[in-house]
């Protein structure tokens, strides 16, 4: 009897070892990212935090990587850091901006659309200009960025290869890493919305 106790707790054990062996990747990704929405997969909320090494649909690059393409003048660069301020005004699209952002030089700034959850307007703000700046084709090489340890670029990302961009980099050191990199930053104005 006592030898069968022991056979019993024995597999016990072995299914429970096995059973943590073989969690689905995506259950270990939410132990480890808890704020990532289980629906739809983008991190809503608490952006500031570590990030994972790769953002969905993107290739993660470096400052010299970064610099490099800068200088061949191959990327479309894209700030979409949140802003600070009371959102955009619906008559004029307008952004209030209550603290001076400052990117890197060349950079197009659409605040707020690595959050989360997009509402139809921010949504249609973001794949507006996406068309607008690539002309269409969504081959042409897009950098997205916005400050170090922000989840807001890796949404971003995640967001534009949803949408059948194809060419994407992310720059997850962001501002910070850039000025660390021994570059300049230049006084940033964020994208109006188009309004009716």
Not at 57 to 74: C, F, H, V, Y
Not at 106 to 114: E, H, I, K, M, R
Not at 177 to 195: F, I, R
């Amino acid at each position: 009897m006592r030898r069968g106790r022991w056979i019993g707790l024995a597999l016990i054990a072995l299914f429970g070892l096995m059973a943590v062996l073989t969690w689905p990747a995506a259950l270990q990704a939410e132990q480890s990212y808890p704020h990532l929405d289980p629906k739809t997969g983008y991190r809503m909320g608490h952006y500031r935090a570590a990030l994972p090494d790769a953002a969905p649909g993107s290739t993660r690059i470096d400052a010299a990587t970064l610099k490099q393409k800068i200088d061949d003048k191959e990327v479309i660069l894209l700030d979409v850091n949140a802003h600070v301020g009371a959102g955009f005004d619906p008559i004029t699209g307008e952004w209030f901006v209550q603290q001076k952002r400052f990117d890197i030089a060349g950079s197009t700034w659409l605040p707020d659309v690595g959050a989360g959850y997009l509402t139809p307007v921010m949504e249609q703000y973001f794949k507006e200009n996406l068309e607008r700046l690539t002309a269409g084709d969504k081959s042409k090489a897009i950098v997205l960025y916005c400050q170090s340890d922000c989840w807001m670029s890796w949404n971003a990302s995640k967001r534009a290869s949803s949408w059948g961009y194809t060419n994407l980099y992310w720059f997850p050191e962001g501002d910070a890493g850039w000025k660390d990199a021994g570059n300049t930053l230049v006084e940033a104005s964020p994208v109006p919305l188009s309004v009716d």
